[in-house]
């Protein structure tokens, strides 16, 4: 059961029509990684993800395969949840299945509330019926056309999927009573819904008019449902039913239920469910609206959206495979800003994966590690550098973690011309500086989950560290007894900042970066993000280097090929194998 005080976040739950593909995979992704980042700044989190087994489209599914909607749900359950688990590492707290017992009672409990509220009533209802969408649509919202056999019908213009005429005795919630409520509501709240211009988007839509909506369907159409609360003739029409999971899975309505929702992760193809019914049906049954919505759009192949129906998907379990999971991790993460559909191809996986993953943070990690730089297998005390002898790593220390500068931090140890002018004091300064700042900046953007942004700003520190080892040269420092205590400063200085970039890259990269930290011999209790954990003087000199883990992102080299011929795939890169290390 979650605690009181979680953090809540939650993804869609996702139909049971297929195997999860990467569109299923970025949402579940960034709802672990937020959910790591909580735990990782010291809050409780709870991270609730699962599939919507009811309705039409399930039922015919199972009947084309000659099985019972139940067998197929716990067929395509266990495909998702093994995928989430076994495949991608996400830490979820629950993998709810709207067919639990527990969700039945909410989703029939919420019904009879909204029933006893007066918000809903039987009608007689006829409207386009969007099968594969599982929503009814408007005559605006969907264009004529015909169906394979000539029969007239209708196209949704938001998926294109077919339409068919209903015409059936339904229960109706009173959408239309939450109008004004709804638009006061986002008035109010103007940053609930992130991207902005999606926030604007609903209020457009809100006050273009809102009508009452269809929230059942006779047994004798679709017998696949929950059954509505005192009449068995209907099921629940899968919206309320799907919705309430995020009730169900907050433990609500025991006493010590973590609702409201913290955040709300989806696509922008179920914002208007999201953001206009479920609000709206949590105002009739006076229980408290989810904190904000996290809205992304579509992944996309060749400028075209990624589905199955368009042949162009991309099986994430194949491409995590081939180039690492945290690598598809980290391109996702990278490469999508809500604002926009991000695309995705191999070569793009394969630029983030040999720039930015291989030579950069890979790089680094064996600068940080070699041998003929770090000959004792410790840290090293940048202390060393002091002209007294025997000067402490504590007072040096001290003065690190006080965020002092580095020119007054090295002014009392007073080290000789020629190291003081060995360790680029000025550069060390600026990467101290930018590494000190860099939790408060990335806490910041994570709180509107911006994954680019938090990416962009760690990885500009990874590239100054590597800028400050290639200018200042350790391994031609360590060449000589004078210049040597310079090299260990340089050293720790950038071990330093490697550790902070590292640790708060564990939400995003958790397998590699607690290997890379494993690597580096960085002590659990430093393994937080908070501004006193992650301050360059952390590391106490003398900590000893961890074993070896092998090379940590795989660099892959293109095959080249004639100009005519296509562009064929990657192989690994002997390269890499060796490690691009400059130790001398
Ligand atoms: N069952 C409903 C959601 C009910 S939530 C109470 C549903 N399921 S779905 O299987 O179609 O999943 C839709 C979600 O999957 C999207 O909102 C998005 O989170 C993710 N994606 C599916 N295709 C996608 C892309 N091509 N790109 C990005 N995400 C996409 O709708």
């Not at 599982?134 to 998926?159: L, Q």
């Not at 609903?202 to 017998?223: P, T, Y």
């Not at 394969?350 to 930015?356: G, I, K, P």
Request: one cysteine or more; aromatic letters at 10%; hydrophobic letters at 40%.
């Amino acid at each position: 059961m979650p605690s009181s005080d979680s953090f809540y976040i939650t993804t869609p739950i996702y139909y049971v029509n297929g195997k999860p593909h990467i569109g299923h995979v970025y949402t579940t992704l960034l709802a672990d990684c937020m959910n790591r980042f909580q735990k990782m700044t010291h809050h409780k989190s709870f991270f609730l993800t699962g599939v919507d087994e009811h309705g039409l489209k399930v039922q015919q599914t199972a009947e084309a395969r000659g099985l019972s909607p139940k067998e197929l749900c716990d067929e395509v359950a266990a495909s998702f949840s093994s995928c989430f688990t076994n495949e991608f590492n996400f830490q979820f707290d629950r993998f709810i299945r709207t067919t639990d017992e527990d969700h039945v009672c909410t989703a029939s409990k919420l019904w009879s509330i909204l029933a006893t509220n007066g918000f809903i009533y039987k009608a007689n209802y006829e409207g386009w019926y969007c099968v594969s969408d599982e929503t009814f649509v408007t005559e605006a919202n969907s264009t004529p056309g015909v169906d394979k056999d000539g029969n007239p019908c209708r196209y949704s213009n938001d998926s294109g999927h077919i339409c068919i005429l209903v015409n059936e005795e339904n229960y109706m919630f009173r959408l239309s009573a939450f109008q004004e409520p709804l638009a006061a509501y986002y008035a109010a709240h103007p940053n609930v819904i992130i991207p902005a211009h999606r926030q604007r988007e609903i209020e457009q839509f809100i006050a273009a008019g809102l009508k009452d909506i269809s929230v059942s369907r006779s047994v004798k159409k679709v017998s696949w449902g929950i059954p509505v609360p005192g009449d068995s003739d209907h099921v629940m029409y899968v919206w309320i039913d799907a919705l309430s999971n995020y009730l169900t899975g907050s433990g609500w309505p025991d006493p010590t239920n973590i609702w409201p929702a913290s955040f709300h992760l989806l696509g922008k193809d179920i914002i208007r469910f999201h953001c206009i019914y479920w609000p709206a049906f949590l105002l009739a049954a006076k229980i408290p609206l989810p904190q904000r919505y996290f809205v992304h759009g579509w992944w996309m192949v060749n400028q075209q959206k990624m589905s199955k129906s368009y042949g162009n998907s991309i099986d994430p379990i194949e491409v995590a495979r081939k180039y690492g999971v945290d690598t598809l991790k980290y391109f996702m993460l990278r490469e999508a800003s809500p604002e926009t559909d991000p695309s995705i191809s191999e070569d793009g996986i394969v630029a983030r994966l040999n720039s930015d993953l291989a030579n950069g943070i890979g790089n680094l990690l064996l600068r940080c590690w070699a041998q003929s730089l770090l000959p004792t297998r410790k840290w090293p005390n940048p202390a060393s550098i002091s002209s007294t002898p025997g000067d402490s790593f504590a007072s040096c220390q001290q003065k690190l973690v006080a965020k002092q500068s580095i020119a007054s931090v090295v002014a009392t140890l007073n080290p000789s011309e020629k190291v003081l002018v060995s360790i680029n004091a000025d550069l060390a300064n600026t990467l101290v500086t930018s590494a000190n700042g860099l939790s408060i900046l990335c806490i910041e953007h994570m709180q509107d989950l911006l994954t680019s942004k938090t990416l962009g700003c760690i990885f500009d520190v990874v590239e100054s560290i590597n800028n400050y080892i290639q200018t200042s040269e350790p391994w031609r420092l360590g060449k000589s007894p004078e210049t040597a205590p310079a090299r260990d400063f340089v050293m720790y200085i950038a071990m330093e900042c490697l550790r902070i970039c590292a640790t708060l890259l564990i939400p995003f990269m958790p397998d590699k970066m607690s290997k890379l930290l494993n690597q580096l011999g960085v002590p659990d209790n430093l393994r937080w993000i908070d501004e006193n954990a992650l301050t360059v003087g952390r590391t106490a000199a003398g900590c000893s280097l961890g074993e070896n883990q092998g090379i940590l992102f795989q660099k892959y080299e293109e095959v080249k090929e004639s100009s005519s011929a296509p562009k064929k795939a990657q192989k690994p890169s002997k390269k890499a194998q060796t490690a691009e290390v400059k130790v001398e």
